[in-house]
Structures are given as C-alpha cells and as structure tokens.
C-alpha cells in the first residue's frame, strides 16, 4: 500500500551538479506530475505525463527534464542545479489526466538544496 | 490570470475551537474545487472536492462550502484537535481542452492548534 515513493528524500547539491529525483506509483494511474513547492507559494506544475510515453512542459519547465519510464515510473532530472532550484519536490499521480474530478495522490516529497 | 488566494496566511487556536479557512479564486472556467491537508513534512491529502453545483459538503469535522457566484470557498473545522495542526491548500482545476488538467494551487494557511 506504498502509493507515490519518492527517492530521495534529501539531497544537497553544489551549483553546477546534476542529479535525478526517482518517482513511482503502485495505483496504475494513468498521470504523473512533477510539482515544487516554495515558501508562500503554491505548489507549481514542472511537468506532466498524461501516459506512457508522453510528457507537457507545466508552468516552471526551464532547467528540468523528465522520462516516463513506463507506467509506473517518472524521473525528474536537473541537468545543472541552480541555487534558484533549492526547493521541495513533489510527485503525484492520478488516475486520468483528463478529467477534473480525479485527486491527486502526492509522494512525501524531496527536499532539494543547492548551493 | 488564474489566481488562488487564501485566508488568513497563518492561524493559532485552542484545542476544541473551530476555525473557518477562506479561498478566494479567479479561475476560469471553473471544473472544480478541492482542499488539500499538508503536514509537516508530507505530501498533500485530498480532503473534500467542490463541483459548480454544490454548496456544501462534509467530510467528519470538516466542511467546505462554495460560492461559484463570488468565487468563494471555505474549509470550516469544528471541535479542532492537535493532528488539526497542518497546512491547507485550496486547489481549483480548469477543464482543459487537450485534456491536460490546469490545477492552481493556493500557497496555503498554516493551522496550529494548541492545548
């Protein structure tokens, strides 16, 4: 009954670094996202996977890319982390991505430092 | 511009006290509405959805209700206890028409609930 696991839970990187967030769910939904949460702001969509093979830019895209691995996977990586992207990251999923009426289910998020 | 805005930021009562959390939101077209509990560390937890035709909707000692006229929600908890303490989000989602779902989420208020 694990629903999102996020990996890993903490992780502090030097400008410049890269580094990948691990994401799985165990609930055959359909829809992955990747959220960061920053102080006084509300969470904001980085990406999204509406299915196997498929990915859409959200709302703060620059200096992320992701891959849905297959069904049950979506990585979120940071090619060359930047102080900007010190934040917490979420992953969710839902069962359809096409509907609005279907919750999101979130991982217990990633704390992310960059320095 | 879509925007969530919640009330108060940040609130402190006394165990067995109610509270009353206000969203205000500016999305449109509107699908539906739903708070999100966050503690401390964790993922987001649906609590209630809010559709256009509903007004009032209970889940144990919470209720939200929605004004789709004034674009107004608010989450009310009665007989607070101290796992009351948490942050919750207002989140309203658009009907998107290439399927992809638009959630704006609020930044929040932070709930304490003391002895």
């Known amino acids: 009954n694990a629903g999102v696991t996020q990996t890993p839970k903490f992780q502090v990187l030097k400008t410049g670094q890269s580094m990948t967030l691990q994401c799985a769910q165990d609930m055959n939904h359909n829809s992955m996202y990747w959220y960061r949460q920053d102080p006084g702001m509300g969470l904001r969509l980085i990406y999204y996977?509406?299915?196997?093979?498929?990915?859409d830019k959200g709302e703060v895209p620059n200096g992320y890319n992701v891959s849905r691995l297959n069904k049950r996977e979506f990585s979120l990586r940071l090619e060359s982390a930047a102080p900007s992207q010190t934040s917490v990251y979420f992953c969710?999923?839902?069962?359809?991505?096409?509907?609005?009426?279907?919750?999101?289910?979130f991982g217990a998020g990633s704390r992310l430092t960059v320095l | 511009k879509n925007q969530v805005e919640q009330s108060p930021q940040s609130l402190i009562i006394l165990e067995g006290k109610n509270c009353t959390l206000q969203c205000n939101y500016t999305v449109s077209p509107f699908s539906n509405l739903r708070w999100y509990k966050q503690d401390t560390g964790r993922g987001p937890v649906s609590l209630t959805i809010m559709t256009f035709s509903e007004n009032t909707k209970s889940n144990g000692r919470y209720t939200a209700t929605l004004d789709a006229d004034t674009k107004q929600s608010s989450l009310h908890i009665t007989a607070s206890q101290l796992s009351d303490s948490a942050s919750y989000i207002c989140v309203v989602t658009r009907p998107e028409v290439t399927g992809r779902r638009a959630l704006t989420f609020g930044s929040g208020t932070r709930l304490q609930v003391q002895p």
């Open positions: 969710a999923s839902s069962a359809s991505g096409g509907s609005g009426a279907n919750v999101l289910t």
């Open positions: 996977s509406a299915s196997e093979g498929t990915t």
